[in-house]
């Protein structure tokens, strides 16, 4: 069965500090996507990466960066946590001929 | 621009009843559409998608859609909803590339006995 993880569920952080999002698939897919997702805004892509070490911005990179250093895992960093950044935040990754996006369960963060 | 348009922010409907859920959107190529469902707490699940080929798609859960060229739209539908259908869904449409994906607002549905 086919499966993207994301480290936390839930992660609660204190305004300031710097917060890592793991998020790591097992199907081989080279494409993988940070998205957070906030009450009606929809989903909204953070950053993207179509390779180890190759990454693009999407529509709201401000705030956050990103590192793939293996093909599995794609981490989402926000250097210094604040409280606008509190939201759920969404992986997932996909074949590069497009093609359906396999999510994981998500990480709601909190920003105090 | 690309963007993906669902025009029903919430929408309640009784168990056994049909359903309806819209989405427009606005790309310059060929698209390949997705809907997804989101329970609470979870992640997205796909139910269905159109890449080409006949324009109405099954999906998982008894749901289905129609992609309209002329209209530019991809409604979902099911034609008797189940109470454990309440969640939220999303369309979403995406590149050949695969690098480029956009996602509606989401139509979050209640289904009442």
């Known amino acids: 069965d086919v499966k993207v993880t994301q480290s936390s569920r839930y992660l609660v952080k204190r305004t300031g500090e710097k917060v890592f999002l793991e998020c790591v698939q097992d199907?081989?897919?080279?494409?993988m996507f940070w998205y957070r997702q906030d009450p009606g805004l929809g989903l909204r892509l953070i950053y993207f990466?179509?390779?180890?070490?190759?990454?693009e911005k999407g529509d709201i990179p401000e705030g956050y960066s990103v590192s793939r250093e293996k093909k599995e895992r794609f981490s989402l960093i926000l250097e210094s946590a604040s409280t606008n950044q509190t939201s759920m935040y969404l992986c997932?990754?996909?074949?590069?001929?497009?093609?359906?996006?396999?999510f994981g369960p998500g990480t709601r963060l909190t920003v105090l | 621009a690309q963007s993906v348009t669902q025009p029903d922010i919430h929408i309640t409907v009784s168990e056994g009843a049909s359903l309806e859920l819209r989405c427009n959107y606005s790309y310059g190529a060929t698209p390949y559409l997705f809907w997804y469902v989101q329970s609470p707490g979870q992640g997205l699940q796909l139910l269905l998608k159109y890449f080409s080929g006949d324009t109405l798609v099954q999906g998982i859960k008894g749901f289905e859609a129609e992609f309209k060229r002329s209209q530019s739209s991809f409604n979902l539908r099911k034609p008797s909803v189940h109470w454990s259908d309440a969640a939220e869904y999303f369309c979403?449409?995406?590149?050949?590339?695969?690098?480029?994906?956009?996602f509606g607002t989401g139509t979050s549905l209640t289904v009442i006995p």
């Open positions: 997932a990754s996909s074949l590069p001929t497009g093609g359906k996006q396999f």
């Open positions: 979403a449409v995406g590149a050949h590339t695969g690098n480029q994906f956009y």
């Open positions: 990466s179509y390779d180890v070490k190759m990454k």
């Open positions: 199907m081989d897919h080279e494409n």
